[in-house]
């Protein structure tokens, strides 16, 4: 996730809990995504498209404190 970011997600992993759970959460839905696309797991459309749905929600909030982080540290 946001992988040009990889410093700032360092930092915020470490100086911020919420944002080390989200990215935590996203990584964790990601697998379950994966796994189900490939066919490892399964799981009906409705529930893989929700699952989805949550994964790009968590994105956003996290890609949303990394643009805030980079604006307070003037990077």
């Known amino acids: 996730m946001l992988h040009e970011?990889?410093?700032?997600?360092?930092?915020?992993?470490v100086e911020n809990p919420h944002f080390a759970k989200i990215f935590e959460k996203h990584n964790e839905l990601d697998k379950i995504i994966t796994d189900?696309?490939?066919?490892?797991?399964?799981?009906d459309d409705l529930e893989l498209e929700k699952l989805k749905k949550e994964k790009l929600r968590l994105k956003d909030?996290?890609?949303k404190m990394i643009l805030e982080y980079?604006?307070?540290h003037g990077l």
């Open 61 to 63: 909030e996290a890609y």
């Open 70 to 72: 980079k604006k307070e």
């Open 36 to 43: 189900v696309e490939e066919g490892r797991e399964h799981m």
């Open 5 to 13: 970011y990889r410093d700032i997600i360092s930092k915020l992993k």
